[in-house]
């Protein structure tokens, strides 16, 4: 590639283990918006891609140009800074918008930090379709979705752990039995859905230790901010330092979660069932999509809403 002649070349292998990553956040933030540097390593640096993507946000542009197995390269490059609105927020603004998005595979809660170019991009996708079909939305009047923005903050973090949290403690058990079923019976003609119940497993176990940290430690803090804030009262700074630590820590966890459902749905072929698919099976990927569904519609109320209103009230209260 003749590009990359140009571009500085960073041999993480080289590099002290705790030197790593900072020095990697340090030529990330020397970078000029359009500017690029090239990272080589021995093993996927994956968790780098959470860690800039939770610290400096959704301003740069991940490319493998060499995935293993003995050299992983990744090309970095820092976004110019766009005025465009992010997924998150369309969708925030309007929920009706998140069918749309859907429709064409866009994540618009984990991958919702991105604008619509910058995934349409990454997705070969028709950015000009997607616009048209979301001002058709605006032009229609506004079917009653319930306005989450206005909610009071401790009042929709409850919502969330009454409603979301239970529900996927609901549906796990069922959907081991469902997953696991289909893969012993129809395994051998479809393998597709031995990786589904994986995938599954996987994003059923990350669930079930993320959950407990939102509702033991981060949404009573969530919900402390909001009552200091109402009493115009000060608070002292939480043992974490600030929001935004464990804020990072459950939009990484959200993404993992994210990255299982998209396999599962790539590997299914969007849920299209086989002719040979049996009561079981219909029923297991109804109940999938069912989850799927309710999953972004939670993650959505987290990263986009009640995440970002409770770091803004955090700045006015804390002492
Ligand atoms: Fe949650
Ligand atoms: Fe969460």
């Not at 918006?33 to 860690?51: S, T, W």
């Not at 028709?126 to 009653?144: F, G, H, K, R, Y």
């Not at 796990?172 to 289909?182: V, W």
Request: proline content about 5%.
């Amino acid at each position: 590639m003749s590009t990359t002649e140009t571009i500085d070349i960073l041999d993480v292998t080289a590099i002290e283990p705790r030197l790593k990553h900072p020095t990697i956040f340090e030529w990330f933030d020397q970078l000029s918006g359009g500017e690029a540097f090239i990272i080589h390593n021995d093993h996927d640096p994956k968790p780098l891609y959470y860690q800039l993507l939770g610290e400096r946000g959704n301003v740069f542009k991940w490319e493998y140009l060499e995935q293993g197995p003995e050299l992983w390269e990744v090309k970095i490059s820092k976004l110019t800074p766009v005025e465009e609105e992010s997924i998150g927020e369309l969708v925030a603004k309007d929920f009706r918008k998140a069918q749309v998005f859907k429709k064409y595979g866009i994540d618009f809660c984990c991958g919702g930090k991105k604008s619509i170019t910058q995934v349409c991009e990454e997705k070969g996708l028709d950015a000009a379709t997607i616009e048209e079909e979301l001002n058709a939305l605006t032009d229609s009047p506004s079917v009653s979705e319930t306005d989450f923005q206005s909610w009071d903050l401790s009042f929709l973090a409850d919502y969330i752990v009454n409603i979301h949290h239970k529900y996927v403690r609901e549906a796990i058990p069922a959907l081991y039995e469902y997953t696991a079923k289909i893969a012993r019976v129809h395994g051998g003609r479809h393998p597709e859905l031995i990786e589904v119940a994986k995938h599954f497993t996987n994003v059923a176990n990350e669930l079930e230790a993320h959950m407990p940290k939102e509702e033991r430690v981060l949404f009573p803090f969530i919900k402390q901010v909001n009552e200091a804030k109402q009493k115009g009262e000060k608070l002292d700074r939480p043992a974490f330092g600030t929001l935004q630590n464990p804020i990072n820590m459950m939009e990484m966890e959200h993404e993992a979660a994210g990255t299982e459902l998209e396999a599962i749905r790539t590997l299914t072929h969007n849920y299209a069932l086989p002719e040979d698919a049996c009561a079981t099976y219909q029923v297991a990927f109804a109940k999938l999509q069912e989850f799927e569904d309710d999953l972004f519609r939670h993650i959505h109320l987290e990263n986009n809403i009640l995440f970002p209103k409770a770091l803004e009230m955090e700045k006015e209260v804390l002492k």
